[in-house]
């Protein structure tokens, strides 16, 4: 902003998501209403809710054209006056009364336009219990202010609509909108990765890290050196193509005997399954590669405080925590270890302290006036 849009704040919804790096849709049409007050949308969980009961949307909220409809919808119906404080309220009523399993019902000022509701009251489609407050005096037959429209479309051909009524669940009621897809199994992967340790100067632990390409899932971050399993290997296979992956930044040759297996550490990502085979190697010295290779991804030796300061995935500190637990790393030297070992060999062992329930104050209780006696 300071340096190419001379201190300036862009004060559309269009200019924001365009000049700003990071700032998408929704952070974009939240700035320019509430800040500038222009008359656009936001759509976010809470909103994606809220509307998707309102206009009894089944379809997948996640596609495209979905998203686009409920954009639209956002858009149309912010309010031309005070957008800032419509989008906030849209944003307050889904995170409040709109909620995604037993929605307020009762007290949703909406009521009255909400095809979800009126699907749940008036055409038996079941989840009464699911009405917080439900009873016969919360909404009379006919009451529609004409806000949301119904869909104009033909359900069978509709986007918007369920497919089937195989789709709809009795016992949700109005919690059957909105609808996203099926999540696909999570990916099933087996990586061998090393912790190579060397003596930095003076004496402290350091550890080899290599970056990651700068595309794809976690680019740019720095990690110890590993490599995709592709298929079952024995462990000797394993550790002789590990080492030959080490020999390109150690700069001499090793063999698989010189690997310790530390063991297994399971990792999970949103879609992906991650089993790190997990091996430890201590090298006296690393020498330099005489011919630069520029296929080769970058590296560097860091100290275990470096390493905790580095961009480096959480998976990549659980195997720091594994190697340790084993008594395989560690920044102090072997007469500080003993001294450790010496001490705690004195020590009477702690008193276990039973753990105290609720210690957690209520923001209720953090406003009330303390006793005075």
Known sequence: VVRDLGGKIPRTAEDLQR???GVGRYTAGAIASISYGQVTGVVDGNVIRVLSRLRCIGADFTAPAVSGALWSLANGLADSERPGDFNQAMMELGATVCT?????CSECPLRGQCRAYRKVRWEGGGGVSSLIGYGEDNVTEGEDGGQIEDCSL?????PLCIPSCDAWDDALGVANFPRKSAKKPSRLERTLTCVVERRGQPGEAEYLLVQR?????LAGMWEF?????????TEKERADILCRRLQEFIGHQMSGEELQLVGELVHILSHIHQTY?????SVDSAGSLSVEDE???ASRWVTRKQFLDSAVPSAMRKILQLCQSKD??????????????EVSDRQPPARKVKAEPNKQRSIQSFFKPANRK
Do not use: I, N, W
């Not at 050196?225 to 290997?233: A, C, K, N, T």
């Not at 085979?277 to 190697?281: K, M, N, P, R």
């Open 19 to 21: 000049l700003l790096p």
């Open 100 to 104: 995604p399993k037993r929605a307020l």
């Open 154 to 158: 033909a359900a069978p051909s509709c």
């Open 213 to 217: 390409p700068q595309t794809g899932l």
């Open 225 to 233: 050196p590993s490599m995709l399993l592709e298929e079952d290997r």
């Open 277 to 281: 085979l997990v091996y430890f190697l």
């Open 295 to 297: 296929e080769r991804p």
């Open 328 to 341: 395989l790393v560690s920044g102090a030297s072997e007469s500080t270890k003993k001294r450790k070992r």
